[in-house]
């Protein structure tokens, strides 16, 4: 906060009576280059990243070229499973955007909106989150898209993916949690829930994870005295009847034997259904105890796109083959977010259509700036055509499968091929270096299984299956839960007294509110009397909040007060031997 | 949860009906080689790490070692500098303690308690969160110091720290984060304010952060343009009259010529008074706008050892020379943690004691293994005895200051030298080969500018000083405020109507409940009447708690109409242009 800043946004406001921004907010931002025109790329994928070079390239001198992206850098997906498997480092994996962009300007920023008809999109950038209008007067829109899950009641909440970075390595922090954890606990059940891995969804990027999520298990293994090699369960779940569909069947019937070589279980056929905490059900009834699932399905339009009001079609931009958007003049748009048709008169299949892959979206980049500098010097645009060269996809344990101009591959030879595709196509020398050099010393490395913990989120959404617990005497307290769907029942019983307490919880009502109190161990037993959902919200924010606020605090005060006839009495069989201190205020 | 975990605790408890064990609620776990004394090292840095190889090297046979870490890596803590610029890699900065200790069982485990009588401690390991009880014959600790800013009123909340990885990995995504927003805004103020950076403490660990802070911005400047190099201010603050107090003053002399020859600005004999989001405050008076504030000072005793009722001095647990607890059998403390005379008869003179660094820590650890091991063999204890071989402190720029076995150095040989040093001090090999590899590639490397943001905290206090803005107008709603301390003013003024509302808010009361109806922009503008404390809690959480608990949100709707006479009238200066959706409920 400072001194000047609102004065700054009064006197524009002043100076610039536009009629239409009625809205006294946003701070303007123009190209700094007077007579060139302004380029605004949204998205730093593969095709924006190509697009805006090409785009710098072509146009050096007369257009003025901006990327706008939320993160500062570019992430080269196809390793990303590899993160999760700590092969590479993370920042390997990522390149910074202006170290890839160096004549392009870099605004790492959240996108808030377009407003087509003012030629301006709103962004909101660092901490003092003023929205800033930057103007365009050509806008390419490559966002991607989104990972989806909201047809699988629990996915979304239980799940871990592999879109970007943050995933990776939440994966990998979650594996050696696991494991950790797996090492020194006495519970067999326990046990075996934290040694099963669950991947769900085997194109690439199931197919590479759940391989890569073995490997790193097996070469850690060693240092898990506790964990013998068979506790450590791997499935991988495909509602197709094969694996890798975008093979042919025979690569894909190599790679399932390959897998299953390695201990992974491959069930086709067979879909999700629904997920806890604690366990995913498939479409066959099973139901699979687990504290890992990742899920690799599901791509649904980017958040901001779908808000676009913008013709769609199999949640994508429709464009023309030009990649021009039909009826909003001077926008583009490209990669998985864009359905660039082939051919003039596309059929509703999709090979008439570019695939979501980075080998089209970087030919797609080169297209769409050679469009746009063709247009500005009012020359004529070409149509988007490029032919798959093939696909790749890495098996772990030094073995892949390939199908690379027609030819198809298989074992080491292909991997060895997957990894030098991937090392000349990973953008920029030092990376590459980087990677090269992490490769070679892997093999006489042992594995990183470093695990850096985040802290967990201090609100979230808890899925339970009929009959689950939710917590049980003897745990140590963690937070405060609102039902939000169904019915839980809590009991306490006091075995000195014999004392017995039941009450059953629905829908905006709530239990554990005794973590305002003191930090000790619970002395009731919770459980779903029907599938359900809960908020938990973490103790110490729970506290936080309900301590700077005396209206809440009187209302669990009265509350406990009411229900259990006073703190101390009804919770009489805790210990506070376990007990922990409560943050003090600052 | 799973089905058979709570029979089971029933069932220990019923077997073992332990009168003094009234608590229904920990699992036993005991040595699991019968015949062997258990010894637990509490602790994995530098005293732990040896101790307990050295344990399980002198007592093959003899002795079940086990060692207890929060994670399940060690820290080396000289190159957290590094990790913070960028220079190595994190994961490099660290080593799998199961790696490290490959015949010693390690616990990642949080530790709630010690029961001293009962020679046994509490721990609560992974997501069950069921307390474990360890019994002991010999227990080791080993929890080294924690931070502790109490004193300075803001420090706490709005400093950056430098303890361990996480605390070093979030300065570096702060740091750049701060070049990405500066380079884009269009502020001069918020711009000073980003580019100033402020480090509190001149120690080692102060002076080597703040020469790699500076290096880091200078190789990062290349790729924001919009950043000229005058635009940067970097300070180290020292209360002492000198930096480096315990490095002879010549060499102190040369280290602040060589930061301040990198532009860094070097004020000694002034200290800390406050903090907040925006500004420090010294205790000359002088207000230092800044969004970058890393401290480090204020080093007191673990969380734990502070509930232990040991007797202890200077904020560390008193031992006898031989490292054992008096008044407490089989209980030993070395480490940062402990205070341990190297002469009979010490005086209330530091340099009587070991002093709080690895290469005492090392020694500690070695003769406290031979110690115990003597004990139990019935031989004699010897003292712990070892005299510094000296220090060394990197300056930046591949400079350096050392004091070796007598001998100063300084500049680049020192700085070889420094690196050198720590190379082979790095335990493991992989992490030396990795470190120094990186370290070679770095020449020819450009500065890794990834930023990986970390999603911000649920609920935080904020301080503020007399005058400061909360928020004004324009700004994105991110949260809601409660009030803990001091008077806040709100005021929104409408332009169009004339219509002007103002309201004081004192603790206990809020501002900014409109979070919960919408995302849109500020309308008011909140300034701090006197130096106050607030409660932040991010949209997210807030929306989600108040949704899903009827009382609270029914609260809220009655307030906001009694306050400001219904949401819509009162908020009409509102733009629903950079509108953003609100969280749907899974």
Known sequence: MNEKAPKKVRKSKATKPKPEAKASKTKTSESKIPGKKKVLVLGGGFGGVYAAKELERLGRGKLDVELVNANNYFVFQPLLPEVAAASIHSADAVVPLRQLLRRVQVRQAEIMGIDFDEKKVIVVQGT?????????????????????????????EHALTMKDLADAHRLRTHVIGCLETADVTDDPEVKRQLLTFVVVGAGFSGVETVAEMRELVRRALKYYPNIKPE??????????????????ADLAAYATKRLTIHGIEVLTGVGTKSATGTAVELTDGRVIPTSTIVATIGNGPHRLVETLDLDMHWARIKTDRYMRVPGRDHVWALGDAALIPLVDDPKEDPADYATQTAQFAVREG????????????????????????????????????????GFKLSGTLAWLLWRGFYLSFLPGFAAKLRVGVTWLLNSVMPPNIVQVQAPPPATRYIHYRKGDKVFEPGMLIDGFYTVIRGA??????????????????????????????????RTGLVVALEDGLLLFIAQKDFTRFARAFPFLDNYFKDYIERTFGGLDKSFAPGSTNAKTELETLP
């Open 128 to 156: 003092r989150r003023i929205p800033v209008d930057l103007y365009y007067d050509e806008l390419v829109i490559v966002l991607g898209t989104s990972v989806d899950l909201k047809r699988f009641p629990g996915l979304s």
């Open 231 to 248: 506790d450590v369960s791997v499935y991988l779940i495909e509602y197709a009847n094969r694996i890798l569909p975008t093979f042919p």
């Open 366 to 405: 080169w297209q769409l700036a050679a469009n746009i500098v063709a247009k500005l010097n009012g020359q004529e645009l070409k149509p988007f055509a490029y032919k798959s060269k093939g696909s790749l996809a890495s098996l772990g344990m030094s073995k892949a499968v390939a199908d690379v101009y």
């Open 488 to 521: 839980f029942r809590l009991t306490i019983d006091n075995p000195e007294t014999g004392e017995h307490f039941e009450k059953v919880f629905g829908p905006g009502e709530h239990f554990g509110e005794r973590v305002l109190v003191r930090s000790a161990l």
